[in-house]
């Protein structure tokens, strides 16, 4: 496994506009430079964000956090690792399940070995897999602060950015009718504010305000189309 190159700061965030597909967005070379004895393991990633059924934790997601973690990787303690985790955090996701981040942890466990890693290398891939789930990592944990920073990034996007987010993971859950949907999104956004910081990197610090601005603006506008 190649150690992350560096990278230059990005541009507000990588994440790419929501909007007509793009392909691929490069990923498979991406894959292929971190672990280039394992093209099918990458190929079989790539498949799974880009199922059909994905709305918003696709290949556009992978891709803006992927380019999130090389962002803050210098504040990383095994950068490499962390960019691993942030390919397989939503590598299972099923948006009738609650269990999502562990059966994408299990998958992680299964399938680096034979890709040639460490047994401990797995253990940390699958243990920041499972931090998605609620964002919190430890005070001093710098690998969980950046891939919970990278997943989180689009928070702190500009406006019509977030707008479009929130209206992608709406599609996702176009199952879920518009009372139980304000109820349960009100909730998450609530249990994100309620965090001590959003951001736990030295970078993502600055993301704060924008992040809680646009939760907060979102948490109003649900709370204006109630009954």
Known sequence: MTDLP?????????????????????????????????????????AAYGAPTRRYHDLRHLHGVLDAVATLAAEAAEPSLVELAGWFHDAVYDVHRQDNEEQSARL?????PPAGLKSEQVAEVARLVR???????????NNGAVLCDADLSILASHPESYAAYVRAVRREYAHVS??????????????????PALFRTTAGAS??????NNLRTELASLASRAP
């Open 108 to 112: 992680a466990e299964s399938a680096l």
């Open 178 to 195: 518009e009372g139980e949907w304000r109820v349960g999104r009100a909730a998450v956004l609530e249990q994100l504010l309620d965090l």
């Open 6 to 46: 560096e990278h230059p700061e990005l541009p507000e965030f990588a994440h790419p506009p929501v909007g007509p597909d793009a392909g691929d967005f490069g990923l498979p070379s991406r894959w292929n430079r971190l672990l280039p004895g394992s093209p099918e393991l990458g190929a079989g990633l790539v």
């Open 131 to 141: 931090l998605t789930a609620n964002h919190d990592p430890a005070e001093a944990d």
């Open 207 to 212: 993301w704060e305000i924008t992040a809680r």
